[in-house]
């Protein structure tokens, strides 16, 4: 019988594996043409991609970043592919006050809101905990506490429209990597933050969807430096075979270094959008479509 069961479980779980992700496709670009929708971090990376496909789809984007030039280049492309309208209101996400005013813009340029997606972050440094509380701080402002007053401003809009909220975290809310402290606790509490509001409304059956889109390491073809010398590819006859062995910022002498993702973002773009970005077209299948 023991045996039976380990020969059955894992059977079983590849059979409902297979129906799962073999379900049919239900998502129709059509719906989400005349959709109102806020898309921050969208000057560049995944939020000035999912900016263009929602713009062929024929929804209406409100967009915000801190670089006003790329807004301006990002809304001027959405109108040519089809946008049915499209505007941006710059600034910075570290303040509070400015977040609740990209969603009382939405009220009164679109009339409403359909979805909100956050996607915007700010620059954070890739290596070990250098102890500046002040930093994890300001990065909490802008990577978590903008988000909630976001979500809380638009969440009137969003019940009457029966809406979406729409987070783009990252593995790093999942699981502790090394060398993104700071970040990395600004995405556990997105985590902890929007799972637990999306079971409160569930209990109090409020029709408003929350999504938490959790990224991996995405080029998007930042700069690498930063973060290339903290691995070091070594050879040795034991074990055979290259080993990759971590190191402070200087490597020895004759290291072969090995580029990596960095989390930091240089000047005025540092939170225009998220350092796990790719291509997003699958991201927007999963914006239209999944419920949690």
Known sequence: MGRLQKILIPFLGLVLAFWFYSARDTFKPEMLRGKRVIVTGASTGIGE???????????????TARTEARLQSVVQRCLELGAASARFVSGSMEDTAFAQHVVREAQVALGGLDMLILNHVGASYFGFFDGDVEHVRKLLEINFLSYVAMATSALPMLKESEGS???????????????????????????????????????????????????????????????????????????????????????????????????QRDGAAAEDSHPFAGSSTGLLFLLSTREL
Do not use: W
């Not at 991609?49 to 967009?63: E, F, I, K, P, T």
């Open 49 to 63: 991609q999912m900016a263009y496909h929602l713009a062929r789809m024929g929804a209406h984007v409100l967009l």
């Open 165 to 263: 909220i729409v987070v783009v975290s990252s593995m790093a809310g999942k699981v502790g990597f090394p060398f993104t402290a700071p970040y990395s606790a600004t995405k556990f509490a997105l985590d902890g933050f929007f799972s637990s509001l999306r079971q409160e409304f569930a209990i109090q059956s409020i029709n408003v969807s929350i999504t938490l889109c959790i990224l991996g390491f995405i080029d998007t073809g930042q700069r690498k430096a930063p973060t290339a010398n903290l691995c070091e590819i070594r050879t040795s006859s034991k074990p055979p075979g290259p080993v990759c062995k971590l190191q402070p910022p200087s490597p020895p002498p004759g290291a072969r270094l090995v580029p990596a993702l960095p989390l």
